[in-house]
T-cell receptor, first 111, second 113 residues
């Protein structure tokens, strides 16, 4: 099993550009999450999904959109990137009962 | 609302010394508690978890943590630090097992030779 994978690993954007981060899991988990990690702030939840076709806002959802059209995939979109969105983004998944499993992260820089 | 405090953003210990990383939480209900480790340029990996069974929880790589309800703490310890333990450690709390984790800010552990 690959676990949780994220694409791409690195990306540099200019202010105002858009992009989509892809998260895939092969563990048949119900729940999926997108976090951002910034120095000294731990992980902050952006959006999450409790099942295919459902999404919900987390702690810091502004400027991001998500979709979960298939159970194994969770996409995070930035419609108009801003320098404040420079961060490391982590995807995670979990079963109905159990701990979260994390992907390796995507390092995004917005110039 | 739940919250997690980790005392000390950076802890340094000598190789072979005791490792103690502190975690305090606030929660209105008995929580589930977790410690994750993050090695440089990697994702988070579960070290151990408390799920209301034994209060002393043993994890991977020789780490353990004790749940103390009266102190609302879940401190992480290891008797003897190894160079390979150098990483960032995150404590997390969840009201439900598997959902809506709240992470602490993290503690970076350095191990000195």
């Amino acid at each position: 099993n690959a676990g949780v994978t994220q694409t791409p690993k690195f990306r540099v954007l200019k202010t105002g550009q858009s992009m989509t981060l892809l998260c895939a899991q092969d563990m048949n988990h119900e729940y999926m999450y997108w976090y951002r990690q910034d120095p000294g702030m731990g992980l902050r939840l952006i959006h999450y999904s409790v099942g295919e076709g459902t999404t919900a806002k987390g702690e810091v959802p502004d400027g991001y959109n998500v979709s979960r059209l298939k159970k194994q995939n969770f996409l995070l979109g930035l419609e108009s990137a801003a320098p404040s969105q420079t961060s490391v983004y982590f995807c995670a998944s979990s079963p109905l009962v159990g701990e979260q499993f994390f992907g390796p992260g995507t390092r995004l820089t917005v110039l | 609302a739940q919250s997690v405090t980790q005392l000390g953003s950076h802890v340094s210990v000598s190789e072979g010394a005791l490792v103690l990383l502190r975690c305090n939480y606030s929660s209105s209900v008995p929580p589930y508690l977790f410690w994750y480790v993050q090695y440089p340029n990697q994702g988070l990996q579960l070290l151990l978890k408390y799920t209301s069974a034994a209060t002393l929880v043993k994890g991977i790589n020789g780490f353990e943590a004790e749940f103390k309800k009266s102190e609302t703490s879940f401190h992480l310890t290891k008797p003897s630090a190894h160079m390979s333990d150098a990483a960032e450690y995150f404590c997390a709390v969840a009201p439900n097992y598997g959902q809506n984790f709240v992470f602490g800010p993290g503690t970076r552990l350095s191990v000195l030779p």
